[in-house]
Structures are given as C-alpha cells and as structure tokens.
T-cell receptor, first 115, second 112 residues
Framework: GAVVSQHPSRVICKSGTSVKIECRSL??????MFWYRQFPKQSLMLMAT?????????EQGVEKDKFLINHASLTLSTLTVTSAHPEDSSFYIC???????????FGPGTRLTVT | DAKTTQPPSMDCAEGRAANLPCNHS???????VYWYRQIHSQGPQYIIH???NNETNEMASLIITEDRKSSTLILPHATLRDTAVYYC?????????????FGAGTTVTVRA
C-alpha cells in the first residue's frame, strides 16, 4: 500500500530553538498533505493543510508564524516549529492521499520533546 | 461532517471476532464511513471505508445499517497485535478536502 514517511521519528530540542519535521510520500505524488498534532492521551487534532506550490491553510487557533509549512514538491512537505517551547512537545503526524485509492494515509509520526 | 459516537473501551478475547460499533445518526447520503486504528506511539492506520454497502478487505469487514445511522467494524479473528485505539470517522464524498476529524475512538484491548 501507499507509504508516507516522516523524519525524524523523534527529536529533542532546547526551548527557543527551531525544529523541522519532514513528511514524504514515497510512492505517489501528493498535491495536498495534512499536519496533525496529538498530545498525550488525546486524539489527533488537525493543524493545517499543506498545498504544493501555495500557502498552507491553518486551522483556527494554530499560529501560522510559529508552525511554518513548506510544500516545495509533490512528495515533500515540511513543518518547522519555530522558537519551540515545552508546551509544543507533542506527537506530530502528517497524512497524504494517494490516487487510487483516494484514502488518507498517515505517516508514523514524529515525537517532539522541548526541554 | 457528521459526528460519530463510539464506546470508550472494549475488551476482546484473542482468536474471537471483535465487533466495534459506531453511531453516526446525523450522517447524510453523500458521507463515507472510514475506520482507522492507532497502535501506541504510531500514526493511524487505514482499515476500511464504505458508503452504503457492506465492505470486506484483508483486515476487516464493515457492516453499515440500511438507514446508515450506525456501522460495525468486525475484526474476524482478533490477535494481541490488534490492541489499539479504533476511530470511526465520517467524511463527505463530495468534498475534495480530505481533512479528517478524529473523535476519542474506542480503546480495544485484546486479551490472551
């Protein structure tokens, strides 16, 4: 089946630094990818929609200047958490839609810990 | 998109069928029912989806009631590796927007 990868799988950074997370569609092209965030013992919450060649659209309450999204190619979207703080520690997951079967597939997630 | 209601948790015996219910009483005619599962510390895994007819694949079967207000995911022979949180999600088939809205899901524990 379709594969979506993320890199890194886990990262630890210091407060105030920036971290970049990559999401790749390995065997299909994706004009749209989605970024979710999941805090411990909670469900996934959509953060933003990443559009190849255009600006990302953010869900209400998500700071676009803090979570920078770049979808520079049809197989790669990146999420950069700028000036990270401990409250940004979370599990970040991306998804993409291969055609067929036009079903969202998810990456394995990136565990971010900000110390 | 219609909201879904699932029981918070279920226990299942290894080797037996696991039947996971989902209520989506406000579903409209053009909305699909999707099922995903999330094993601890991993991304969600697609299981199956359907519109009106029952569906079956190598992982599971999806039974949708005739009025489409509820559905059941069936894992035919549960194994310990099926322990996960299972999410039932409804999404419009007319939309090109593949955003998914996740609820709390059902935490399924398969016991030996």
């Amino acid at each position: 089946g379709a594969v979506v990868s993320q890199h890194p799988s886990r990262v630890i950074c210091k407060s105030g630094t920036s971290v970049k997370i990559e999401c790749r569609s390995l065997d299909f092209q994706a004009t749209t990818m989605f970024w979710y965030r999941q805090f411990p013992k909670q469900s996934l919450m959509l953060m933003a929609t990443s559009n190849e060649g255009s600006k990302a659209t953010y869900e209400q309450g998500v700071e676009k200047d803090k979570f920078l999204i770049n979808h520079a190619s049809l197989t790669l979207s990146t999420l950069t958490v700028t000036s990270a703080h401990p409250e940004d520690s979370s599990f970040y997951i991306c998804s993409a839609i291969p055609t067929p079967p036009q079903v969202p597939y998810f990456g394995p997630g990136t565990r971010l810990t900000v110390t | 998109d219609a909201k879904t209601t699932q029981p918070p948790s279920m226990d299942c015996a290894e080797g037996r069928a696991a039947n996971l219910p989902c209520n989506h009483s406000t579903i409209s005619g053009n909305e699909y029912v999707y099922w995903y599962r999330q094993i601890h510390s991993q991304g969600p895994q697609y299981i199956i989806h359907g519109l009106k007819n029952n569906e079956t694949n190598e992982m599971a079967s999806l039974i949708i009631t005739e009025d489409r207000k509820s559905s059941t995911l069936i894992l035919p022979h549960a194994t310990l590796r099926d322990t996960a949180v299972y999410y039932c999600i409804v999404r419009s088939s007319r939309s090109n927007d593949y955003k998914l809205s996740f609820g709390a899901g059902t935490t399924v524990t398969v016991r030996a």
